[in-house]
């Protein structure tokens, strides 16, 4: 995780701190962190989470002994989240309550605004916390994050129970850098949280399920259990008198009804896989569907925007005939 920042602190080589300070000034560099800078151009490019791994680098520069953890950590692991985190989450040295400063104008104010730039470009904020210290391990660059199985542990301890089980899912599957168990999981909690947590983590733990192959089928998940429906077989297989149909994302066997999760992500991978534009992709998933229907099968599709929008995706989940829990 090495990214072209400038710094201009001690020990830098070939860097003429006059130089930068003035292409500062002028607009042409963004200042994330005290001797940090980037392009203004490359910053503006940059996606939101490429502008978070910006960021992190540069706390990671200014920070020296401090260890990424939670989400920053889990960021770095390759692990999935919910959304872009608004601040870089660093392990606080100290015990104390948590410690936010707040994110900062990145342009100096003496630089002209490009015409087209709306609001002042912002960095992010940087969150202390403290948490019981868990195995650090350490990146080139000097970057040191909490250790991959510790780094699950505490997402499932302190992260709001919905991006817990993204991040729990994904570590189970291998979508990430590392893969992990649910023993090696548990093993670890009485070590990285604190005893009022470790409940909540434990239950985040025995809901993750690694057969959910998308952060959208995490959620999912989550929310149709809040809705109080019954939970779904996950990759669940329709077959006919023929045999197999189709594999779908989710299924109630009990009240032969199917749910398909349709993210972006989704038709871009088939696509990709199978070497084919989007539309021939659309059309043979309307087959697939018919295919499906034709069993007697009810299906239920839905969106990000439904799973976001919790009335939505109960009213589309009971029209299909989705049970309740019993």
């Not at 999935?80 to 948590?98: F, N, Q, S, W, Y």
């Not at 992709?281 to 299906?299: H, P, Q």
Request: charged content about 30%.
């Amino acid at each position: 995780m090495i990214f072209p920042l400038i710094f201009t602190g001690s020990g830098e080589q070939g860097v003429d701190g006059a130089a930068i300070r003035r292409a500062y000034h002028r607009g042409e560099l963004l200042r994330l962190r005290r001797g940090c800078y980037v392009d203004a151009d490359d910053w503006r490019r940059r996606s939101a989470w490429g502008r978070y791994d910006y960021f992190a680098e540069a706390v990671a520069r200014s920070l020296p002994g401090h260890a990424f953890i939670l989400r920053t950590a889990a960021r770095i692991w390759g692990l999935p989240l919910k959304t872009v985190p608004p601040d870089v989450e660093v392990r606080a040295v100290r015990h104390g309550g948590i410690r936010r400063d707040e994110p900062r104008r990145l342009r100096s104010p003496h630089a002209v605004a490009p015409p087209n730039e709306r609001f002042p470009p912002r960095g992010f904020g940087v969150r202390h916390q403290y948490l019981p210290l868990p195995r650090i391990h350490e990146l080139q660059g000097g970057i040191a994050i909490s250790e991959f199985v510790d780094t699950v542990a505490q997402c499932a301890g302190y992260l709001p129970f919905d991006e817990a089980v993204i991040v729990l899912d994904a570590a189970l599957a291998g979508r990430a850098r590392q893969r992990t168990d649910k023993a090696a999981v548990l093993a670890r909690i009485p070590h990285v949280v604190e005893s009022r947590k470790s409940n909540r983590a434990r239950r985040v733990v025995g809901f993750a399920d690694a057969a959910a192959e998308s952060p959208g089928e995490s959620l999912s998940r989550v929310v149709i259990d809040r809705l109080g429906f019954a939970a779904p077989v996950l990759q669940y297989e329709v077959r006919d008198a023929d045999g197999f149909v189709a594999r779908t994302d989710f299924g109630w066997p009990e009240a032969d009804v199917v749910g398909e999760f349709d993210g972006e992500e989704k038709y871009g991978r088939i696509a990709a896989e199978a070497g084919r534009a989007g539309g021939s992709v659309l059309m043979a998933e309307k087959v697939r569907e018919d295919r499906i229907r034709r069993t007697g099968a009810g299906v239920a599709r839905w969106t990000w925007g439904d799973v976001l929008d919790p009335g939505r995706l109960e009213r589309i989940l009971t029209v299909a005939g989705v049970p309740r829990r019993g």
